[in-house]
């Protein structure tokens, strides 16, 4: 049984760190079920509070997932409707079947948000569309950080345990 949850474990980590650069998947949330798993098999104590600390830094990470791609097109000058577009070209490109949709989805909100603001500027509307570009990258470089941390955790959890888990 504690075998079948460490391969299970194993996977959802896999996962997570997939997961940390293709916005579909919430690496650091997968990442930390690893950890949860991990901890559920009897070879393991239970630590509730590396549960518990890395729970809020997952929640925390979730929220600026979303919240940074709108920020940087903010700090770059962006207007409300750069915002918006930015948050709907991140969903839209989550969900368009085209590569990397992800990356060009917020940034072409932006634009094209901010062009709706004001047609005319355009170096202000591709200011912000980087501006976009730049805060997705920051928070899935920061998932990926966050992500590789809990992998050595688990790592370092099996080898805590080795004698007990194999």
Not at 44 to 57: A, K, S
Not at 123 to 131: D, E, P, S, V
């Amino acid at each position: 049984m504690d075998f079948a949850l460490l391969i299970i474990s194993f996977i959802f980590m896999i996962i997570g760190l997939f997961g940390s650069f293709l916005p579909i998947l919430p690496g650091p949330s997968i990442s930390w079920i690893g950890l949860l798993i991990l901890n559920l098999t009897t070879a393991v104590t239970i630590n509730y509070w590396l549960l518990g600390i890395t729970l809020i830094v997952t929640i925390t990470i979730s929220m600026l997932d979303y919240i940074l791609p709108a920020k940087g097109t903010k700090v770059f000058g962006g207007s409300s409707y750069g915002i918006w577009g930015t948050n709907i070209g991140l969903v839209i490109g989550i969900f368009a079947p085209i590569p990397f949709g992800f990356l060009i989805g917020p940034f072409l909100g932006a634009l094209i948000g901010e062009l709706i603001y004001n047609y005319k500027d355009h170096n202000r509307a591709l200011k912000a569309a980087i501006g976009s570009f730049l805060g997705l990258l920051a928070s899935s470089f920061m998932a990926f950080i966050i992500c590789v941390i809990y992998f050595g955790l688990y790592i370092w959890m099996i080898w805590q345990y080795k004698t007990e888990l194999f």
